[in-house]
């Protein structure tokens, strides 16, 4: 197999512009005094939002207040109010041109540099795409053109295509005139074509029965013969291909019988039963959500999930803090301990106590109980002052400060470094890095649900071009920030029939509610990213897989994922549309790694958080040693073995064969080096909205 991306000779030779950056901020005590001042910081450094008392919870722009996520379906169909709300709010602009923002400087906090002449035009282009991206939902109208134009204009000249087309759509009208024959006299005739194995919309056999059945019938086959339409025309960019099928399928998606009164036998029968009072407490809970959204609160029921109080129990306290991250030091639950630490890099898009959610199902909980110490980051959530934060700023000020607390608190030993999503990511690049370097400090890294190679990451790639991206940095330029609600929205089409029509079926027209749960309750908890570091993820990741091909750099210099020589566990769930399993599975394309890779059940989410006695739960794992032959992910899937139950337990077993043996507990903090106990676990920053 042909590892080339992977070879040490490509990383040394890549070459290209760096954008180098130092420290955020000084590290150790020096950093938490600054951090105890109330100096007020440039709208171009990191937010007065990290330095203020410690009961006070950093807030966004008070005008800007309704932008907080809206809940479920309410991000589809509240966005165009909120974005004619927006237009007429203030909101902060940065001063820098394009090429300012891309200035390297060792400045900390930076000052806004004043507008020249030639920057007129490029803000005028940019305000008006921002403006327009409030009425698209941040999609870029001349990417979608420009699919639509590939599409249309090969079609149009690929005769045996239409004749196909025409053919298929003749045989399905044959086909189905036949079944509607049959099942007008036959109520038990079977279906002349079946919904997909995850599409659950017409399960209910009240859609077996006439004429619910020729409706169904005629939609599935409508969108199946879409569907060959979009994809197979000679000539169309495979992006462009994905682009059209995945967009007609959602406005398919948008007319579904499901969604309607008159054709939705279920709705019908709960109308009927309740004399319409179903669609009376539909609306009512239409409205309550739209108050909620435009008020800026959380969804009904996630009052009853705050950090600290229902959720984030683990006891432990904030032992350092910077204005990017605060380290949590969890108390040890067991009289000794395994010798190396735990630390857990979340991803900076969510929350951190996914990982620490109820008790009976937080995996810091479990890890402490198991005889780890456990050490968390928890990530600021940016404002547009933070606007000017690079991805490497999150590794120096992040990880890298995360490690340097952890080797005072706990010397004389190396990490078992854990990476959730874009934390698995970024805890990837921080170890090649200090390969490079020569400073090793990990023992192991378990990366769950992260990717390292860019090419096949799922259905989010459909985002990710550069007409997509510069509409995209141009909204972000006028906000300062990704908004978490853009974000959302994102996720929330990948998954359309879940998380938008179903809902609307369920808490809309059947007038119930589904009980708020903890996972619910942290997804709607989401966070803002900075413009420059959001811009940087993806064009440099996503776009052009900088760090798979080693062209990646940090102070300038590429880095190389073959110069990490350790033991790996990399965890991936069948069912994930943000880090498709097949992605995560290129882990093991780099040589030079000792892999054990585990594929659970479940999605990217509900998956990792799979706790022991979760029910339905199952995996399949292997182990591939340094320097072996390459198994492909579909041979591999068929070979593995089946094992019943949660992953976690394996996963433990894991980490104790890493470790050199137990010790007696280390102290929360260590005063005399700096790091002093703060505050009580979760701290402050979970807090931020």
């Known amino acids: ?186 109520p038990d005739t079977p279906p002349c074509i079946e919904p997909l194995p995850q599409d659950r919309r017409f399960r209910s056999e009240a859609w077996q029965q006439l004429p619910y059945n020729l409706i169904y019938q005629a939609f599935l086959l409508n969108q199946q013969w879409w569907h060959s339409a979009m994809t197979g025309v000679g000539g169309v960019s495979s992006h462009h291909e994905q682009v059209v099928s995945f967009t007609t399928r959602q406005l398919l998606d948008m007319v579904s019988p499901v969604n309607f009164i008159a054709t939705n036998p279920e709705i ?134 995360a490690v340097k607390a952890i080797q005072a608190i706990v010397p004389n030993t190396k990490i078992n470094a854990v990476g959730y999503c874009l934390g698995g990511t970024l805890l990837s690049i921080a170890a090649a890095y200090m390969a490079r370097e020569g400073t090793a400090a990990f023992n192991s890294i378990s990366l769950l649900a992260a990717q390292i190679d860019f090419t096949e990451a799922g259905e989010l790639t459909l985002f990710v071009d550069d007409s997509q991206l510069d509409y995209l940095e141009d909204i972000m330029w006028d906000q300062g920030y990704l908004d978490s609600r853009q974000m959302a929205g994102a996720f929330q089409l990948l998954r359309s029939n879940d998380l938008i029509w179903s809902f609307v079926v369920h808490d809309y027209l059947m007038g119930r509610r589904a009980p708020m749960t903890d996972l619910m309750a942290w997804n709607a908890d989401s966070t803002r990213m900075p413009y420059r570091m959001h811009s940087e993820y993806l064009r440099r990741l996503f776009l052009k897989n900088e760090l798979f091909e080693g062209r990646y750099e940090v102070d300038g210099r590429p880095i190389a994922l073959g110069d990490i020589h350790l033991p790996m566990f990399a965890v991936a769930t069948e069912m994930d549309h943000v880090a498709p399993w097949r992605s995560v599975y290129k882990v093991n394309l780099v040589e030079d790694m000792d892999v054990t890779f585990l594929l659970t059940n479940g999605g990217h989410n509900a998956g990792i958080v799979s706790e022991p006695g979760h029910p339905g739960r199952h995996y399949r794992m292997s182990h591939r040693l340094e320097n072996t032959q390459y198994i492909d992910p579909e041979t591999w899937y068929a070979q593995a073995n089946i094992h019943e139950g949660s992953w976690w337990p394996a996963w433990f077993s894991w980490l104790e064969r890493q470790s050199q043996g137990r010790a007696q507990p280390p102290n929360l903090g260590s005063p005399e080096k700096g790091y002093l106990p703060l505050i009580e676990a979760p701290g402050r920053y979970v807090l931020e909205r």
């Open 268 to 401: 019908i029968s709960a109308t009927l039963h309740e004399n319409g009072r179903n669609l009376l407490r539909g609306a009512m809970n239409f409205w309550a959500d739209w108050e909620r959204a435009l008020g800026g609160k959380p969804p009904i029921g996630a009052e009853n999930f705050h950090p600290g109080e229902q959720v984030a129990l683990t006891k432990g306290k904030v032992i350092y803090r910077n204005p990017l991250i605060e380290l949590i030091q969890y108390a040890p639950a067991t009289s000794d301990v395994h010798k190396e630490p735990v630390l857990i890099v979340p991803a900076w898009i969510m929350k951190y106590y996914i990982l620490d959610l109820s008790p009976a199902n937080s995996l810091v909980r479990h890890l402490v109980e198991a005889g780890h110490t456990v050490f968390m980051i928890s990530w600021h959530n940016p404002t547009a002052g933070d606007r000017e934060l690079g991805l490497n700023d999150y590794l120096k000020s992040g990880v890298l400060e």
């Open 1 to 186: 197999m042909n590892k080339g991306p992977i070879r040490k000779n490509i990383y040394l030779a890549a070459s290209g512009t760096s954008v180098t950056r130092n420290s955020l901020a000084p590290s150790g005590p020096a950093a938490q005094a600054s951090v105890g001042s109330d100096e007020r910081r440039g709208s171009s450094g990191i937010a007065n939002s990290a330095v203020v008392a410690e009961t006070e919870i950093s807030k966004a722009d008070p005008s800007e207040a309704w932008a907080k996520p809206f809940f479920q379906p309410l991000a589809w169909f509240g966005d165009a109010t909120s974005n004619v709300l927006h237009t007429w709010l203030p909101v902060e602009r940065s001063k820098r041109s394009s090429s300012d923002a891309r200035r390297s400087t060792s400045e900390w906090p930076r000052p806004p540099l004043a507008p020249t002449e030639a920057d007129v035009p490029t803000s005028v282009d940019r305000l008006l795409h921002a403006t327009m991206g409030r009425f698209t939902l941040g999609v870029s109208p001349s990417a979608l053109w420009l699919a639509y134009a590939d599409w249309a204009v090969h079609l149009g000249t690929s005769p045996g295509k239409c004749q196909q087309l025409a053919e298929k759509s003749v045989r399905k009208a044959v086909r189905f005139m036949t079944y509607a024959v049959h099942a007008m006299s036959d």
